[in-house]
């Protein structure tokens, strides 16, 4: 059954959707069958697997608000074992549209339910931001993954989200874990780079990830290419760095079910 992953940070331009793609497709190399779920309605993880939001005519938003049916909005990617469930222009306004509808903070949960049995993960881009999207994703996953830039103010917002993480897991979803913190965007060169890691190892201990990503060009030119890393180019530090993460994640899962 999918382990259901929600890729989150409030911040802006941290590396989220590229460690959604980017893990996604690490783990689907790893023979695994994985399925990402563009719920940000800047659409940025759909057009980096492929499929640009103003090219797809049903996404997320249609199983969300019960316009059509989950099976019906789910496309292929270049890699066999990944699909993906896209954004498109309408999901800017399906917050507001929730705010009324029945068990809005569940919704997510329910589209997700009947596909846990065809994947092995399921990983949820959020939107930067802590609203009812983002609520949804943390109501249906297992566990949160926190994608953490290393620069200045990286771990003021990183509290925020712990703080909602928490408060969902005990009112809303019981079960949600913390899946581990990954520092993006790092530059060994940079001494504020390596006290952010410091600093977030010191404080989070093993909960952050060995693997760090790094600042990397070919991470920047994938997504036009509507590739990810991995495809794009194999060699680069930003897929070996991803590959790396992807065998970390899966390391964790099986000593998580082995307890």
Known sequence: ???????????????????????????????????????????????????PRNAVTAGIYDALLSIRDVEDVRLPTHLDS????????????????????????????????????????????CPPSLGLLTLNALVAADAVLVPLQAEYYAMEGLGELLRTVGAVKKGMNPDLARAGIVITMADARNNLCREV?????????????????????????????????????EKSAGARAYLALADEVRARRGQQELR
């Open 1 to 51: 059954m999918a382990r259901i992953l929600a890729i989150s940070n409030q911040k802006g331009g941290v590396g989220k959707t590229t460690t959604a793609i980017n893990l996604a497709a690490g783990l689907a190399l790893r023979g695994d069958r994985v399925l990402v779920v563009d719920l940000d309605p800047q659409g940025n993880a759909s057009s980096g697997l492929g499929h």
């Open 82 to 125: 990944l699909h993906l469930l896209p954004a498109t222009r309408d999901l800017v306004g399906a917050e507001v549209e929730l705010v009324g509808a029945d068990h809005r903070e569940r919704r997510l949960r329910k589209v997700l339910s009947p596909l846990r049995e065809s994947y092995d993960w399921i990983v949820v881009d």
């Open 197 to 233: 890691e410091g600093q977030a190892r010191q404080i989070f201990g093993s909960e952050v990830f060995q693997t760090v990503i790094p600042r990397n060009v070919r991470l920047g030119e994938a997504p036009s290419h509507g590739r990810s890393i991995l495809e794009y180019d």
